[in-house]
Each structure stands twice: as structure tokens, then as C-alpha cells.
């Protein structure tokens, strides 16, 4: 089992940046693959990105690509999502996740541990 903290989110204005970290404890971080999910009242959780166990491979989803990148510190038990260029759409709760099959799965579903979220606010 592993728990999920994330932190780093706040108000930040339209063509700002942001970087979220999630810190992880428990059981090896490493052999997780990692995802994060935003999500929007009354909306389903979206995919944003997912960092292999690794490292070496990400996905992201078509609304951040381009503008979004994750990594991950598996020295530090920590997963980070840097988001430039921030608009007023990506605002949310931001989650990430841990996948124990240690896929890049973009469904939330596939999933296995989750933390608490962190808000994002993009002012425009």
C-alpha cells in the first residue's frame, strides 16, 4: 500500500505557471507507475498524465499536451506535474495516483491508490 499527498496548488493568472508535487510513503515508490487526474464539479475525472515506473516514459492527455510535464523522483518518493501556459480551463482539483501493474493507464479506474487532491485555480 502506498499514501499520496499532493501540495503545491493555489490561484495563479491565465499564461502562469505551476508545478504540483505529490510525496508518497509506504510501500516502494518505484515500482509504481504514477498518473495524475483533474477533476471539475458535476464532471468525470479527466487524464492528464501518467510517468512510468521509471520515468523514461510519459502520456498526457490532449488538453495539456504541449504544456504540461510530469517526472518523477523516485530518490525522493515524489511525483511532480509541471503545467505552464495555465488557463482558465485547467482549473480544478488536481489527484495523482499509483497503478500497481505499473502501466501508463489513462483510466481512473485503473488505478489503485489516490491522494486527497490539491485545487487550481487559473484566473483569467
Known amino acids: 500500500q502506498v499514501q499520496l499527498v499532493e501540495s503545491g496548488g493555489g490561484l495563479v493568472q491565465a499564461g502562469g505557471s505551476l508545478t504540483l508535487s505529490c510525496a508518497a510513503s509506504?510501500?516502494?515508490?518505484?515500482?509504481?507507475?504514477m498518473g495524475w487526474f483533474r477533476q471539475t464539479p458535476g464532471k468525470e475525472r479527466e487524464f492528464v498524465a501518467a510517468?512510468?515506473?521509471?520515468?523514461?516514459?510519459?502520456v498526457y492527455g490532449e488538453s495539456v499536451k504541449g504544456r504540461f510535464t510530469s517526472s518523477r523522483d523516485n530518490a525522493k518518493n515524489t511525483l511532480y506535474l509541471q503545467m505552464n501556459s495555465l488557463k482558465p480551463e485547467d482549473t480544478a482539483v488536481y489527484y495523482c495516483?499509483?497503478?500497481?501493474?505499473?502501466?501508463?493507464?489513462?483510466?481512473?479506474?485503473?488505478?489503485?491508490?489516490w491522494g486527497q487532491g490539491t485545487q487550481v485555480t487559473v484566473s483569467s
Open positions: 495516483a499509483a497503478d500497481q501493474r505499473g502501466y501508463l493507464r489513462r483510466g481512473p479506474a485503473e488505478y489503485d491508490y
Open positions: 509506504g510501500r516502494t515508490f518505484s515500482s509504481y507507475a
Open positions: 510517468v512510468s515506473r521509471s520515468g523514461a516514459r510519459t
